[in-house]
């Protein structure tokens, strides 16, 4: 066993010093297909911009050599870009395939670490706490045991995200730190969530995300996923390019969905227009709903049309909390439509019957 740790150590050392010299041969390719997320960074260079959402697809992706050559090129470009090294001694670090920090990583983190502190003067808020929470992750000398540092380290970025509880990346980033605390080991064998596994859901929740980071949520299994964006159809030339409305730019298709290989046992796309599509032959209907079923989930929450924000507020709630008391999701549904039905103002039934329960409906 000891020479299996040796061996791994050995390998990553080896990646991590690769990269250190690989980045003075060459500029590293731009790359297609890592999807369309994008997280605006204190830089004055677009360049930089780019090679950092590059990295942050690659980090998200468990290839942490690649994230850290375009991390590494990003820095380059604009060495007073905080987040840029930042993002290097972020990808150095442990993770829930390889909970090991050898040498040489613990040695770049440091020197990157303290790039990010000296750099962090011009940076945002949110740039701020998280180049501060990274300071306690790493040690000198490195502890054989990183149990203490793991638990401090999850401890600061739940504190970063009670800060910023709308930012996504940081939503996601403390769910990873704390899946580093039990690394492939977020249940008993009798399905129960083991201690600290809720507190993950809670940081990714996807309703309180102002954008939802598929390349993140491809390895995090959660029980409820929520989308909280409209649905955007396209009839006229192929269903299957509907998207998601995050931005007005750029917005993800379902093509990134398809893979996701969601473990979710409900997806709630609770905005306008969610459960429309097309007919097609030999896959019935097609749109966002389609693309979820795809992707593995058993059963959706969707919308028949535009629906009212304060309303659908109001009935979701409801829902979850029928859903949390134990009853089944059509009944959890059918008792907040019945509930939002009684009050005044919301009796018609555009306000309280915009919603079906679809898929298996034994679940």
Known sequence: MGSLKSLGIMFAAGSVLSVSCGVCQALEPFYQGLGTYKRHITTSSPLAQRYFNQGLAFLHGFNHGAAIRSFREAEQIDPQCALAHWAIAVASGPHINFPMVPLPAVALAWKELKLATECATNSSAVEKDLIAALGVRY??????????????????????????????????????????????????????PQPGTDDKGKGLEVDRWDGLHFQEARHITVSLLRVTRHGAEDNKRDPRVSRFLFCTEECPPLEEVFDLQLQADLVTLSACNTGRGSIRTGEGMVGLSWAFFVAGVPTQVVSQWSVDDTATAQLMRSFYTHLKAGEGKSQSLRAAAL?????????????????????????
Do not use: C
Request: net charge negative; aromatic share 12%; hydrophobic share 40%.
């Open 139 to 192: 040690a000198k000398p490195q502890m054989e045991d990183r149990a203490g540092l793991d638990l401090a380290d999850a401890n600061e970025m739940r504190k970063v995200w009670a800060a910023h509880p709308t930012d996504p990346d940081v939503g996601a980033f403390f769910a990873e730190a704390m899946l580093d605390l039990r690394p492939w080991d977020q249940w008993t064998l009798d399905g129960k």
């Open 339 to 363: 509930s939002l039905q009684k009050e005044k103002g919301h009796r018609h039934p555009y306000y309280w019957a915009p919603f079906l329960h679809m898929g298996d409906w034994r679940r």
